[in-house]
């Protein structure tokens, strides 16, 4: 008798992924424009591939999360060292609303519109008509994707300068006292003898990737506001930075 022959399974193709890409005029003015130039391209492209621009399938490979990832991490490194040797007397406590004004969304979407990158990211049509290309948070990823491409493409020391070039504007416009709002309000709270401000999560809206989270602060019984970000973080200094203009008149 014969032995049975084991069945074949058929295996189907699977479809080729749709890989984002730039144009040399593209890659070449973009490269001018920051002042570094790639040896490794894709990585260019890739800081630049918003998750809107892929399947989701091939987000992790092809977009820019995971360089944004090692990009935050790379900017809090450098701007903590610039803090650390330029602001010899004060303390952490003193130090981290420093930190946090330079690193938050904001800082970053400005330095991605201090270089015109903006047009440059790679958007799902659909992320274009909905205004993508100007949301804070989109421009923010970006930038950090790309302090994460040339950290991987150039060393620390190429990151450094892009940040350095990228932020110059906003270390010399910076306020000679930088305080985070929700500490002036936790102050001005003690200070009155009132309860520390409580916070809490009003609604979260909008994709995995570019979230919008509003937030409520209360200082019973004086007042409570409501404010908006793009992480929990920025909502509450902005929600406290509100109430504590409508307790005193300043921010």
Same mark, same amino acid.
């Given at each position: 008798?014969?032995?049975?022959?084991? @069945?074949?399974?058929?295996?189907?193709?699977?479809?080729?992924?749709?890989?984002? $890409?730039?144009?040399?005029?593209?890659? @070449?003015?973009?490269?001018?424009?920051?002042?570094?130039?790639?040896?490794?391209?894709?990585?260019?492209?890739?800081?630049?591939?918003?998750? $809107?621009?892929?399947?989701?399938?091939?987000?992790?490979?092809?977009?820019?999360?995971?360089?944004?990832?090692? %990009?935050?991490?790379?900017?809090?490194?450098?701007?903590?060292?610039?803090?650390?040797?330029?602001?010899? *007397?004060?303390?952490?406590?003193?130090?981290?609303?420093?930190?946090?004004?330079?690193?938050? @969304? %904001?800082?970053?979407?400005?330095?991605?519109?201090?270089?015109?990158?903006?047009?440059?990211?790679?958007? $799902?049509?659909?992320?274009?008509?909905?205004?993508?290309?100007?949301?804070?948070?989109?421009? %923010?990823?970006?930038?950090?994707?790309?302090?994460?491409?040339?950290?991987?493409?150039?060393?620390?020391?190429?990151?450094?300068?892009?940040?350095?070039?990228?932020?110059?504007?906003?270390?010399? $416009?910076?306020? +000679?006292? *930088?305080?985070?709002?929700?500490?002036?309000?936790?102050?001005?709270?003690?200070?009155?003898?009132?309860?520390?401000?409580?916070?809490? +999560?009003?609604?979260?809206?909008?994709?995995?990737?570019?979230?919008?989270?509003?937030?409520?602060?209360? +200082?019973?019984?004086? %007042?409570?506001?409501?404010?908006?970000?793009?992480?929990?973080?920025?909502?509450?200094?902005?929600?406290?930075?509100?109430?504590?203009?409508?307790?005193?008149?300043?921010?």
């Amino acid at each position: 008798m014969k032995a049975a022959r084991p @069945k074949r399974t058929r295996l189907r193709a699977a479809a080729k992924a749709h890989v984002p $890409s730039l144009s040399d005029a593209d890659v @070449k003015a973009i490269q001018e424009r920051i002042g570094y130039s790639f040896k490794d391209r894709d990585l260019l492209v890739r800081a630049l591939t918003h998750p $809107s621009a892929v399947a989701s399938a091939d987000s992790v490979r092809l977009s820019n999360q995971r360089l944004e990832f090692l %990009g935050d991490r790379v900017l809090n490194l450098t701007i903590a060292e610039r803090l650390i040797e330029r602001r010899k *007397t004060e303390s952490e406590g003193d130090l981290a609303p420093r930190l946090n004004r330079f690193v938050r @969304k %904001g800082a970053c979407a400005e330095a991605v519109r201090h270089f015109g990158l903006q047009d440059y990211i790679i958007l $799902s049509d659909g992320e274009v008509a909905s205004g993508g290309r100007d949301r804070e948070s989109t421009l %923010g990823d970006a930038c950090e994707a790309m302090i994460g491409a040339i950290y991987q493409d150039g060393g620390l020391s190429a990151a450094r300068k892009f940040i350095e070039r990228g932020w110059a504007q906003q270390f010399e $416009s910076a306020p +000679v006292e *930088t305080r985070d709002p929700k500490t002036l309000l936790q102050e001005w709270a003690q200070g009155q003898g009132l309860p520390l401000p409580k916070y809490s +999560v009003v609604s979260r809206s909008g994709p995995d990737h570019a979230p919008v989270y509003e937030i409520e602060v209360q +200082v019973a019984p004086h %007042g409570e506001a409501i404010a908006t970000g793009s992480s929990k973080r920025d909502a509450e200094r902005n929600a406290a930075a509100l109430l504590l203009n409508t307790l005193t008149g300043t921010q």
